[in-house]
């Protein structure tokens, strides 16, 4: 078992993560162009090398702040579950909007791939992307695939090999926020990373904080709540 | 400190418009990221999908467009399923003789032979041979609109239905999941961000025939709603009805949804942002071969998992004698005038009641209770089943109750154990199941009713 790595697919709806998820699981889960196709983890296997990662399809989302229960469990598996690495599949035709979610994936983990989905259509839309100045300024992995035709897959699983095995180490680049914004965050961090200690990103939780996310406070409570009790 | 102090602590800082600073700098961030890694060389702009669109979203075209493609949806699943049904059918019945034989050559006990020929082996065919051929069309055909990309267009189109009466917009699509299954389709829900709309869709979602009452309300309506027509008719006919029949359904959904968001479940609706994914050709080879044989497969399993042993206890049921009397016949006989009244019978309510655990079981069921053995007869053609059916003092009343009875009648088993998992509330799961019965009982005894009045029958 000292092999096995749980990735976890996120993304906004209709970008072909399920196509993914299939494609390269072998699995047959049910595909859909529109919203919330997936709304339950879906779990599958793939073989690569001498490792096995453990796949899982969360919802897709446009955002990560628990506005509804599918984003509810996205958001908890990415945080609380905390998989060995997240992939974001966007959608190369509308990444303006896509990197949204990625840009919040990003805060709260670590080890992210950013996987550009659907590049055969946007090469026909005339469309190019330079995914070497996207991994600078991002500070993780940038990765063209297309899932429908199974290009890019091999790319894709040798960087999620290389960053289990420690090869590559993510460096995400995180949003600043006004200067407004980033002041409180310095006054709440402190206070967070005692409390939670490197559980998660102090610097996310403090953003939740103070955005008033009461569904992560209760879910930080039951699952740490005990512990703190007993000491 | 605690994270509560610490919550509490951070509201004071907080501000009430930093969630949109906070959203409007990462979109920001995207625009930067966009403009700096991303070129456009050709300034192509997706007209297809735009001129797809204004036809497909049409406030003239959109709500035509929509009914034809249900009706050929439908029209192809009626009309293509006729023939591999029977074929299936006969199939199965001559395979029946020599089991038969198989179970003379062996001397098995008579009570043997009735449990595992007549009881679960008629059963489970039955079951396969009504459902798989329709289902084997349905579902790629479905699968195929889907991956295209119109399903979110029909969202679009009844959007505007759905506010009026108090729902969320997505609730179309929830409504559109349940046409394969209740059971997922009471999951999908998830995307509704508000509970109060949300419960709204979970209430209503039964009111959408799922495919295991496809091959009751199929069965009903081309025997009794289109008799007198023939060939290719016939289907246009049944069709015709389906459609009706789904209409209604559609319409109850509105009609629930709009009393209990002006009672129990009060409230505006939310504002949402549905995207419009562009049209995208579906791998279609891929998309038949996973949906007609995995999708088809997966839930024929389950009809036959629940279908075997209610088979079973049917026919056991139908073969204990109390006095001169069967079980079976005591329930039925109790269950009788209550059935009268809505214009079906104590067989029909009793099949209801045992097929709670899977819609699929319950016109098996009913054709069991129906032969005085408590097991199918071989039912090769449909001409037998509709004599079997007028043997008992069918009339096309009796069958348009039952399609709406199957059509309004509680969720199934299944469906009520995800409502209660996704609820978490014994309540609301209560009232998922009390509504569409009240509505189920209440449509046919008035037609019945009226129609009594009348003297039409």
């Not at chain 1, 946007?122 to 991002?138: D, K, P, V, W, Y």
């Not at chain 2, 602590?9 to 969630?19: D, H, I, P, V």
């Not at chain 2, 034809?68 to 439908?74: E, R």
């Not at chain 2, 032979?113 to 489970?124: F, W």
Request: hydrophobic share 45%; with cysteine.
């Amino acid at each position: 078992m000292g092999n096995s790595y749980r990735v976890a697919l996120a993304g906004n709806p209709n970008t072909g993560k399920s196509t993914l998820f299939n494609a390269l699981t072998g699995l047959r889960q049910h595909t859909g162009n529109w919203a919330g196709k997936t709304v339950s983890l879906a779990q599958g296997n793939v073989q690569y090398k001498d490792k096995m990662f453990n796949l899982i399809d969360l919802p897709g989302t446009y955002s990560l702040f628990s506005n509804s229960s599918d984003e509810e469990v996205a958001r908890n598996y990415i945080v609380f579950e905390k998989p060995d690495v997240t992939v974001v599949v966007l959608d190369a035709t509308s990444l303006e909007r896509n990197f949204n979610l990625a840009l919040q994936v990003l805060e709260m983990t670590k080890n992210v791939i950013i996987c550009i989905n659907l590049i055969d259509v946007a090469e026909q839309q005339g469309i190019s992307i330079n995914e070497r100045i996207l991994t600078n300024r991002l500070g993780v992995p940038v990765i063209k695939i297309s899932a429908r035709n199974k290009k890019g897959f091999p790319m894709l699983l040798d960087t999620i090999d290389r960053i289990v095995t420690g090869a590559i180490e993510c460096q995400p680049v995180q949003t600043t926020y006004a200067d407004e914004i980033e002041d409180k965050i310095k006054k709440i961090e402190p206070k967070v990373s005692e409390l939670i200690g490197n559980q998660m990103s102090a610097r996310w939780v403090s953003l939740r904080l103070l955005d008033g996310d009461e569904k992560l406070l209760n879910e930080i409570n039951q699952r740490y709540g005990q512990k703190e009790r007993a000491e | 400190m605690s994270i509560q102090q610490l919550y509490t602590e951070a509201q004071q800082l907080s501000t009430a418009k930093l969630r949109d600073d906070i959203v409007q700098q990462l979109y920001e961030r995207s625009h930067r990221l966009c403009s700096e890694g991303i070129k456009y060389t050709k300034s192509k702009r997706d007209t297809r999908t735009e001129k797809l669109d204004a036809i497909f979203t049409s406030p003239i075209f959109g709500f035509p467009i929509m009914l034809s493609m249900l009706g050929v949806l439908f029209y192809l699943t009626i009309a293509g399923a006729n023939i591999p049904s029977s074929m299936l059918a006969e199939f199965f019945g001559s395979m029946e003789k020599y089991l038969t034989a198989f179970f003379t050559f062996i001397k098995a006990p008579d009570w043997v032979h009735g449990v595992l020929v007549l009881g679960l082996y008629r059963g489970t065919t039955w079951v396969i041979s009504v459902m798989l051929p329709p289902m084997a069309i349905f579902f790629p055909t479905f699968a195929l609109l889907e991956n295209y990309g119109y399903l979110p267009r029909v969202a679009f189109n009844m959007d505007r239905l759905f506010k009026r009466v108090g729902a969320h917009g997505k609730q179309s699509l929830t409504m559109a999941m349940g046409f394969g299954c209740n059971a997922a389709a009471v999951i999908s829900t998830r995307i509704i961000e508000s509970p109060r709309e949300r419960m709204l869709a979970i209430l209503t979602n039964n009111f959408v025939p799922c495919n295991g009452r496809w091959g009751t309300l199929i069965v009903l309506a081309s025997l009794f709603m289109a008799a007198n027509f023939t060939g290719g008719l016939k289907s246009l006919v049944t069709t015709g009805v389906i459609v009706g029949i789904v209409m209604f359904g559609i319409i109850v959904t509105f009609f629930v949804s709009w009393v209990l968001s002006k009672t129990a479940l009060k409230g505006i609706p939310t504002h949402y942002t549905l995207e419009l994914p562009p049209y995208r050709k579906p791998k279609i080879f891929d998309t038949v071969v996973r949906s007609s044989l995995t999708r088809s497969w997966s839930v024929l399993m389950r009809a036959v998992k629940v279908a075997a042993p209610a088979a079973i206890l049917t026919w056991v049921f139908a073969n204990i004698f109390i006095g001169d009397t069967s079980i079976l016949m005591y329930a039925v006989e109790f269950l009788d005038p209550f059935g009268k009244l809505l214009g079906l019978d104590g067989y029909i309510m009793m099949a209801f009641i045992l097929g709670l655990p899977a819609n699929e079981i319950v016109l098996p069921i009913l054709l069991m209770g129906y032969l005085s053995t408590g097991s199918l007869t071989e039912v090769d053609s449909l001409v037998d089943l509709k004599q079997i059916f007028l043997d008992h003092g069918w009339t096309w009343l009796t069958a348009l109750n039952m399609m709406l009875f199957s059509l309004l009648h509680y969720p199934c088993g299944t469906t009520l154990l995800n409502i209660y998992k996704e609820t978490k509330s014994k309540k609301w799961t209560f009232l998922a199941f009390l509504i569409p019965t009240v509505i189920a009982i209440l449509v046919p005894l008035i037609i019945t009713q009226t129609v009594r009045f009348f003297g039409w029958l």
